[in-house]
């Protein structure tokens, strides 16, 4: 049997994106950096950039950014629903029942106490726009389905689509809707649910689980995500089928990226072994360390405002607490392999990642995939029903 060597990188998902090595730094919102995004593309993988927070002429200018430091290709991501029901009505007393949980550590830190001020939405479709006219080389997705227009002028673009399911059903009307792959995203993943079918409560599924499920339901490239750290949590999907990875909370703790030396030293530092979900950092559920900001958000009866407004709310306090030096008052996003992070740069994170992966899948033969799949056999055909495990909202944790 010949053995593939470092030929584990060729495969759908790199051939497709165009990119050496089946290595994506996902997306990281308001931790993004064009010089994260550029790092990664330039050693081979695929750098991503989180614009959902961005307004149009802002997206424009990164785009411009990044593509003065790396001619390869990367992604911009875009949250398809922006806001949740409410955010528009909200008014200045909800405003203040939500501050009153957060007014003694505003006080502790020294800042001044926020006022109550109209929302000014950020709109999807005038974000696509100016990814469709920049011909961004990939344009990757959560939180839903661009409508079928948007998907079809990037096919004529050739801008490669990336979308996010967190279930099995998910990934099928991606798929169904004509993207170009799916990124399967577990439960232990950092940050925020993407979920869109049913809450995200109802939708979280471990990437051991769900990353088989998802290649046996689509056909298209399944990109596994969610506590993957290390060479062998790259071994273990490819295991499972997946034609690539993408990873947010090891790219977040490298200098390179957007996240403040708090952060990256809370991740690194060996105490981030306990991360929690919450609805309490932005209205929407996602995860980070367990800290005292995080405990005090998840008690039952504290007035939460609608995303995105939660989220705007929260970081009055993030910036002051920044300033002195608080973490236990900071939004720590992680994922639950925050605890074995241990690379502060991309060149060394990448370097280890790429060896380690040639090294444990070299035994794979040419062209196929690693032993254990076979998806002609798999008992979970293509438009089978999803399973999936409802869990009480008390044992989100951990
Ligand atoms: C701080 C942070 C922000 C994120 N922002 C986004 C985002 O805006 N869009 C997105 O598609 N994924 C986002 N993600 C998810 C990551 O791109 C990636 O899929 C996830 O972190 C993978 O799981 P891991 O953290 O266990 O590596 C974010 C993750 C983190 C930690």
Avoid at 345 to 370: E, F, H, I, R, W
Wanted: with cysteine; glycine share 10%; hydrophobic share 40%.
């Amino acid at each position: 049997m010949t053995k593939r060597n470092s030929a584990w990188n060729r495969t759908r998902a790199s051939n497709k994106l165009g990119i050496e090595y089946p290595i994506i730094q996902g997306p990281l919102g308001g931790f993004s950096s064009q010089r994260l995004t550029a790092a990664v593309s330039n050693f081979g993988g695929l750098g991503s950039f989180g614009a959902q927070g961005l307004a149009p002429s802002e997206i424009q200018e990164v785009v411009a950014e990044i593509r003065s430091l790396t001619n390869k290709p990367f992604a911009m991501n875009l949250w398809v629903s922006m806001e949740d029901e409410g955010a528009a009505t909200s008014d200045a007393e909800a405003f203040e029942r939500a501050l009153s949980h957060l007014a003694p550590h505003l006080e502790a830190v020294g800042a001044s106490k926020p006022q109550f001020s109209p929302y000014k939405p950020l709109r999807f479709k005038d974000q696509v726009r100016v990814l469709l006219d920049a011909k961004v080389p990939a344009f990757s997705f959560i939180y839903g389905v661009p409508p079928k227009e948007i998907l079809e002028e990037c096919h004529r673009q050739d801008i490669v689509t990336i979308g996010t399911a967190t279930t099995p059903d998910e990934a099928i009307a991606l798929e169904q809707a004509g993207v170009d792959m799916v990124v399967a995203s577990g439960f232990e993943a950092g940050g925020h649910r993407g979920s869109f079918l049913r809450s995200s409560e109802d939708s979280l599924t471990g990437t051991i689980s769900l990353v088989p499920q998802v290649v046996d339901a689509v056909g298209v490239p399944v990109v596994a995500a969610g506590g993957i750290a290390d060479a062998r949590g790259i071994a273990a999907v490819f295991a499972l089928g997946a034609q690539g990875v993408q990873m947010g909370t090891v790219f977040l703790a490298c200098e390179e990226s957007g996240a403040t030396r708090l952060h990256r030293e809370a991740i690194l530092s060996g105490k981030a072994r306990r991360t929690s979900l919450t609805r309490g950092f932005t209205g929407r559920l996602a995860r980070g360390i367990h800290n005292q900001l995080l405990e005090e958000m998840n008690r039952p009866g504290v007035a939460i405002l609608p995303y995105p407004l939660q989220r705007a709310l929260m970081r009055n306090l993030s910036v002051p607490a920044q300033q002195a030096g608080r973490s236990e008052f900071l939004t720590l996003w992680a994922g639950q392999s925050a605890g074995i992070a241990q690379y502060s740069n991309v060149a060394t994170l990448l370097q280890s990642l790429v060896n380690g992966a040639s090294a444990k899948l070299a035994s794979c033969s040419d062209g196929q995939q690693p032993p254990g799949h076979d998806k002609s056999a798999s008992a979970n055909a293509r438009g089978s029903p999803a399973r999936s495990t409802s869990i009480e909202k008390s044992a989100l944790g951990s």
